[in-house]
Each structure stands twice: as structure tokens, then as C-alpha cells.
């Protein structure tokens, strides 16, 4: 496990406080979370490079700079409950749950939700819940979110995530087709309702697929 460790501290250092994050709550939360749990068996060693890499379902664990990109411009506290959609193999909602009190984390695909939700288990990541469904409908029981993310681009943002979205909630996601560059997009709500769009830059996620955002297939 110490090969391990320090290859995780490596890359919190040349990808992600080397290209200016260094908030560091984001940055102890990746230092807590072993990213070898959360990859596919067989890609253990590759589970710290500067890339997304393949799991279950056809889906992707997000790259770690772009899981922490997200988490920073979502701005995530100590004292929130936040919802992320696209659950996958729950790294993120892993790191999150590191930094905030509670985690909803939604995934499409059932196998993904019953593997990202055993790792929970066995981590002992109580305070993280994986739910089955489509998260481009939020989720009401819980609601509000102090900050909502998405690891999977949508057609647009939809309005029922706003709604979700508690006053002075910021919400962070990828908008662009399926294949093409996309933008990542952060909305804050202040705490008059009004609502900030901001650009954050050119990613790629996999396509978001719900009654929200694109059709399946
Ligand atoms: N955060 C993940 C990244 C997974 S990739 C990680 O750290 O591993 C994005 C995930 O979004 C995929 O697993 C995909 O199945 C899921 N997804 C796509 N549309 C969705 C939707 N409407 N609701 C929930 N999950 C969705």
C-alpha cells in the first residue's frame, strides 16, 4: 500500500496543486481516498494517471484533476449536503463525503450503484448514499442542496436542479453534446433567487442520459 500512497501523493501534487488548486480541504480529502478501490480490477496501477479510465457499464472514473476542478468550483463546506449525478464508481462522491457532511450520489446503471455502494460500505463512507435512478431529476426527498455536481455532460441545465438548489447553492456541470468539446458550467443561486452563470472551460465528459438531458442511445 506505501507504493500506493505515494503515487497518490504525486498526483495531488503535479496534477492538481500544480495547476492551482490548492484549497486545502479538497486536497486532504484526495489524500484520504484510495483511487485503487475504485477502478476497475486489472487497472489498480494505472488508478493515479493524469487520464479517465474505463469501469463497469461502459462508463469512465473521471480523471482526478477534473473530479477535483469540480469539487473546488462547487465551492463544497463542511456543513453541506450535496448531490452528485453520474455516481460511477464513487470516487468523487467518495472525495466529497471526505469534505462535506452528507453525500446523495445518483447513478443510472445498476451495477455501478451496487459496486460504488459496496465500496462505501467496506470504506466505512457512511455518510455517503449511492441511489439507483435518474439524477437529471434531482432528488426531492433530500432537497435542498447545498451544492449539486454532475460527471456527465447535459443537453442544458435543467430547471428542476435548480429548484433543488438551496439559496446561496452553487451548482457545477458539464453542458455540450455527446463526443464534442464541452463547456463546464458553475450556476450559483443567491440568497435573493437570482442566478450567476459562469464558464469554467473546455472539458469532456460521457453523455448524460435522462428525461432532463439526452435520450438513451
Ligand atoms: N463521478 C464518477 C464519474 C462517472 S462517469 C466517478 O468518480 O467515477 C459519469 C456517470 O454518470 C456514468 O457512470 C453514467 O452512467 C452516469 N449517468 C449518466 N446519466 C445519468 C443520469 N441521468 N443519472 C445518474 N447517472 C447518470
Known amino acids: 500500500m506505501a507504493g500506493f500512497a505515494s503515487l497518490r501523493e504525486r498526483m495531488i501534487e503535479r496534477q492538481v496543486v500544480a ?3 490548492d484549497n486545502p480541504a479538497l486536497v486532504s480529502a484526495l489524500r484520504a481516498v484510495p483511487r485503487e478501490l475504485f477502478v476497475s ?3 489498480e496501477s494505472a488508478a493515479y494517471a493524469d487520464a479517465p479510465l474505463p469501469i463497469e ?3 469512465t472514473i473521471s480523471q482526478p484533476y477534473i473530479v477535483a476542478l469540480t469539487i473546488d468550483a462547487a465551492q463544497v463546506g ?3 449536503k450535496v448531490l452528485e449525478i453520474g455516481a460511477g464508481s464513487g470516487y468523487a462522491a467518495a472525495v466529497i463525503g471526505q ?5 446523495i450520489a445518483i447513478e443510472r446503471h445498476r451495477e455501478l450503484a451496487q459496486l460504488a455502494g459496496d ?3 467496506r470504506l ?3 455518510n455517503v448514499r449511492i441511489i439507483e435512478g435518474d439524477g437529471t431529476r434531482g432528488y426531492p426527498d433530500e432537497a435542498p442542496f447545498d451544492a449539486i455536481v454532475a460527471a456527465a455532460s447535459g443537453s442544458h441545465v435543467p430547471q428542476v436542479l435548480l429548484d433543488q438548489l438551496r439559496p446561496g447553492g452553487r451548482l457545477v456541470m458539464p453542458i455540450g453534446e455527446p ?10 443561486k443567491h440568497p435573493n433567487g437570482s442566478l450567476k452563470r459562469e464558464e469554467l472551460g473546455a472539458v469532456r465528459f460521457v453523455p448524460l442520459v435522462g428525461a432532463h438531458a439526452f435520450p438513451e442511445n
Open 19 to 21: 495547476r492551482g488548486i
Open 41 to 43: 480490477k486489472g487497472f
Open 57 to 59: 457499464s461502459g462508463q
Open 78 to 80: 463542511s456543513n453541506d
Open 99 to 103: 469534505i462535506a457532511d452528507q453525500v
Open 119 to 121: 465500496r462505501m460500505k
Open 124 to 126: 466505512g463512507y457512511s
Open 179 to 188: 463526443g464534442a468539446i464541452q463547456e463546464l458550467v458553475k450556476v450559483t
